[in-house]
């Protein structure tokens, strides 16, 4: 088992002065609990500006609890965490075009940071939600971002970052589902050479610990993970 660790952070230093701040994204210790990986399918081509990739498609849902994703139907250790699914293992392919489509199931409210209410790193710089083409959403309505670091080592750089608009809290439970009618937000991306990259939600969605940042914003496997490109 190795022990390497990596550590990805998003350091943003305000500079001048005694102001410093400094925002470690996430710790992903290698030896954490290794879920079972999802791989994007890749289905035809594409035609980009670096001519004509691998398509591939990826699925993935966020939700209000843990009973749907990868802890198992009981929920796991903390059945009532916020949670990605099916997987937060995430692999992708090299020198392709990446179409991610997120059913997003949970609400939520103000985003700490409205940056991260805006589409970074996409094609086009566009989202769509429910089939609508946006770059960004209503920063008081977001429910989870999806939102891809580059580690600082010498791979490509990678850095894609996607609000996930908060589902209304008086939508109703969809018939034959335990939750709402997803948000359904679709998004497009390039990768580039081979790497191992992380990946995590910038809204505060850990509700009750440490400013929300806590709980399962820093427990690895609920709203954070990795994305292997290769
Ligand atoms: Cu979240």
Redesign the pocket.
Known sequence: MSARQTIVGLAIAVGGGAVGVVLIGAVLHRSAPNFTPVAATINGTAQTRAGTVPHAYLKLDTYPDSMAGEHGSDGGAHPDW?SYGPSTNLHVPAHALVTVTINQYDGGETITNPYFAKVHGTIGGTMTVNGKTQTGTNPDAVG?TFTIHAAPTNQDPLYVSVPLPAVPDDRPVAKGSDYPAPNVVQFSFMTGGKGEYAWN?E?P?GDGYYAKFGGP?SVRGY?SGTLTVG
């Open positions: 916020v989870h939600c809204y969605c914003m709203m």
